[in-house]
């Protein structure tokens, strides 16, 4: 660019205002001149040498000028030169905005120039979709024909010959529909439902493998082979795939549950163990098949062996669930389905055979039924079984309380016992039901074996209230048996045989307290048995110890010859009664009679008036003491005569010259001593008198199984012989109480060497001190027996 047009390119400076800081930088410039001014010429000599130092900052101003000018002349030069460029810039774009207005124009009308074409364009498509046709024409001539062809090969079940002629007509529609750029001929509508037809005739060939497996295994080949090819296929039309490999493997799992677990062979009520069984046989026979003729006939990746147990498996579930909904099911039914899933179906015969091999896969199935399946069974089952025990139970009770009526004693066994088949009907009830159920699981046996205990506990209450109906019809008069107290003896014998053979319900593993309510059942209602004899003894004896004391008696043994006649004629049958019950009623008969006989002496009054008299009291307490011995220890001695069992006494006899021990003594200044009144060294105390006992009880005591196996042996004092009384003084010898048990062969019904029984030791019947005030007397109080409990 030449200098002219530079000056031209030039704009003219305008004046404008001065520069606000230019006087500033004056009056700074001036000041710090003369500051070096007069720090220069300070001295007069200096003041020659003014010339130099003018001219030199002449110099130096001259040069500071110079480069001030040069520098904004170099500035102005180059904001000339961007202004031209500016200009230069503005006249392009106004020549480019110029020509894209001419382009504007010139593209509208090359469009109305496009859309005369429209029409010539149409004709070249139409022209090449008719090019098209008329190569394709001799071959869509013959799709009718194709079609009805295949229909044919599929109805003659040629499924692979009917999946190549539907492939060659589906080609030919995809090259029609490419060729006509989308569109569908009408002709090829037909191959939709076509091609739906060969699916279903797969299906249908996979759903009967197991039969065309024995009987046509190419027909099931072909239908595997077609669904297999189809799987690999693909297709340019926006069509959904048919997935015929999947359609085929739930058309094998159909099937075979369809033939297994239809609903028409669904079991009725009372037919499921028949429908179990037929299972248990078909479900092997199926997989061993499945192994042998399916596996052969379908690619390895269908799993057949795997896919079939699976498949058995989850229809069999499947099926058993719809079977626990059903509120009909009986316990029959429930015990057959558990014993048959949790041991049957897992057991050798079925999955767990070893002849199925690694591909079925058993250890991955699921449990066949849930443990909400398994608690529902269980209580179902032990419900329903619990109303046929309480069913059973109550008609084994109503027949023995039928016969308490009869005009016959009861029914004695070979030894002379009064006998029932009552206890072995309710044991064996009982303890079958627990045997059976621990066939299937622990849980239901516990659950059935609490059951057990529980209807026995109701059966012991409901046979004591019916002893008591019966024990208050008859005393009442409303209805006399006329064989009270043999029947209530022979009640006596089943308490024992209940009592001996309980345990045969406590099975191994559970805990021995279990058992603790029913022996506490037992031991109530042989208390109760003992009291409703003991009461009938009592009305026996009552009206002669009325009597009791008098003059008649003081003078005569006739009223206590009587008491003693009826009391043998009463206990005559007790040797009908097994051990040790025999054992414990004759000590409570010797202990009610001895304190009835008590009692109605120190309830009535006698005066002795003289010292004659008293002597003949106390010989007269003395005499009846020993016949009172004498009757029971000869009752005693008859029961084991009878039974030939061999007697012994156990407890505390009398030492080999052991001294009496002496009592309280009486006016005469000596001792009255108690028959075998020593023990021996570490023995235990005896027990306190029965009037001190709570309730009039005695107190409870275990004898092991060891124990009951030995010898029984009688109660009652030591020694048989009455000691003599101080003159003035009698006293009634106490026996020691003693534990019974019994030798010989068991009954029938025995426990298990682990179990326990409870026994009674019986109290001292004390002394008796005619000596008034004496403190001895204090503990034979009163006792009633008709206690309500």
């Known amino acids: 660019m030449d200098s ?88 392009a774009v106004h020549g480019a905005r110029e020509a894209l207005g001419q382009a504007r124009g010139l593209l509208r009308g090359m469009a109305e120039a496009a859309q005369t074409l429209e029409p010539l364009r149409e004709r070249v498509a139409q022209h090449k979709q008719l090019q098209a046709l008329s190569q394709l024409l001799p071959r869509l001539r013959a799709v009718p024909a194709a079609v009805a062809h295949t229909q044919t090969l599929i109805g003659a079940q040629q499924l692979l010959e009917a999946y190549v002629s539907l492939r060659e007509l589906e080609q030919l529609r995809e090259e029609t529909w490419e060729a006509l750029g989308g569109l569908e001929l009408p002709i090829f509508e037909r191959l939709g439902p076509l091609a739906e037809a060969l699916g279903q005739a797969v299906e249908a060939a996979a759903g009967a493998a197991g039969k065309l497996a024995r009987e046509d295994p190419a027909l099931l080949v072909a239908a595997v082979r077609v669904a297999e090819v189809d799987a690999g296929c693909t297709t340019s039309l926006e069509q959904a795939p048919r997935d015929w490999r999947q359609r085929c493997l739930r058309a094998l799992q159909e099937g075979l549950e369809q033939i297994h677990f239809g609903t028409p062979l669904l079991p009725g009520p009372g037919a499921l163990e028949g429908w179990l069984e037929a299972l248990r046989v078909a479900l092997p026979a199926e997989l061993a098949a499945a192994e042998a003729l399916i596996a052969p006939c379908c690619p390895p990746h269908y799993k057949v062996v795997q896919l079939w147990a ?137 659950r059935v074996h609490g059951m057990a205990l529980s209807e026995l506990g109701a059966f012991l209450r409901s046979f004591s209230d019916a002893l008591i109906r019966f024990s208050r019809d008859h005393l009442r008069g409303e209805a006399m048996a006329p064989h009270y107290v043999p029947y209530l003896l022979a009640s006596l014998n089943h308490q024992s045989a209940l009592s001996s053979s309980v345990s045969v319900l406590q099975p191994d593993g559970v805990a021995s307290g279990a058992m603790a309510p029913v022996e506490a059942a037992l031991d109530e209602l042989q208390r109760r048995i003992c009291r409703l004899v003991l009461e009938a003894l009592l009305v026996e004896l009552q009206p002669l110890f009325e009597a009791l004391p008098s003059r008649q008696w003081l003078s005569s043994s006739e009223v206590l010859d009587d008491a003693c006649e009826r009391t043998a004629r009463f206990c005559q049958d007790f040797w009908r009664v097994r051990n040790p019950a025999v054992q414990l009623l004759l000590a409570e008969a010797e202990r009610t009679v001895v304190l009835q006989y008590l009692r109605a002496l120190m309830q009535g009054r006698l005066v002795c008036r003289g010292a004659d008299e008293r002597t003949q009291a106390a010989e007269r307490l003395r005499h009846d003491a020993a016949q009172l011995r004498e009757l029971f220890l000869g009752l005693v001695r008859a029961r084991w005569a009878t039974r030939w069992v061999e007697v012994s006494v156990v407890g505390w006899g009398p030492k080999a010259g052991a001294r009496p021990t002496p009592m309280c003594s009486g006016p005469g200044g000596k001792c009255s001593v108690r028959a075998g009144a020593a023990r021996p060294a570490g023995a235990a105390k005896p027990p306190r008198p029965h009037a001190a006992w709570p309730r009039g009880g005695g107190p409870a005591a275990t004898i092991s199984r060891r124990e009951r196996g030995s010898r029984l042996c009688p109660l009652g004092p030591a020694g048989r012989r009455v000691p003599r009384a101080a003159p003035g003084r009698t006293e009634l010898p106490a026996g020691w109480p003693t534990a019974l048990a019994r030798r010989g062969t068991p ?43």
């Open 310 to 446: 699976h498949t058995l498996h989850s229809g069999l579930r499947h099926c058993l669930q719809q079977l626990l909904e059903e509120p009909e099911l009986g316990a029959a039914d429930a015990f057959t389905l558990l014993h048959w899933a949790l041991h049957v179906y897992l057991g050798p015969e079925m999955m767990g055979s070893l002849e199925l091999g690694p591909e079925a896969d058993v250890s991955q199935l699921e449990p066949l039924l849930t443990l909400e399946n398994i608690e529902h069974l269980e209580t179902t089952f032990v419900a329903k079984v619990q109303a046929s025990v309480a069913q059973w139970l109550q008609k084994a009770l109503d027949g023995e309380v039928a016969e308490w009526s009869r005009e016959q004693e009861p029914d004695t066994d070979t030894s002379g016992f009064y006998h029932s088949p009552m206890p072995a009907i309710v044991l064996q009830i009982l303890e079958e039901n627990i045997r059976v159920a621990s066939r299937v699981s622990e849980s239901l046996q516990q």
């Open 4 to 91: 002219a047009a530079k000056d031209e390119m030039q704009p003219a400076l305008l004046p404008g205002p001065e520069w606000p800081e230019q006087e500033r930088a004056e009056r700074l410039a001036r000041g710090a001149a003369l500051k070096w001014a007069s720090g220069i010429f300070y001295r007069p000599e200096q003041l020659a040498r003014l010339s130099q130092y003018r001219s030199r900052e002449v110099q130096r101003t001259c040069s500071l000028e110079a480069r001030i000018k040069s520098v904004v002349q170099s500035y102005l030069e180059g904001v000339k030169t961007g202004m031209w460029q500016l200009a230069r810039a503005l006249e």
């Open 747 to 789: 009954s029938t019904l025995q426990p298990r060497a682990s179990t326990y029984a409870r026994a009674v030791f019986l109290p001292p019947l004390g002394a008796l001190c005619l000596t008034p005030g004496c403190p001895q007397n204090k503990v034979l109080a009163p006792l009633s027996l008709n206690c309500a409990c």
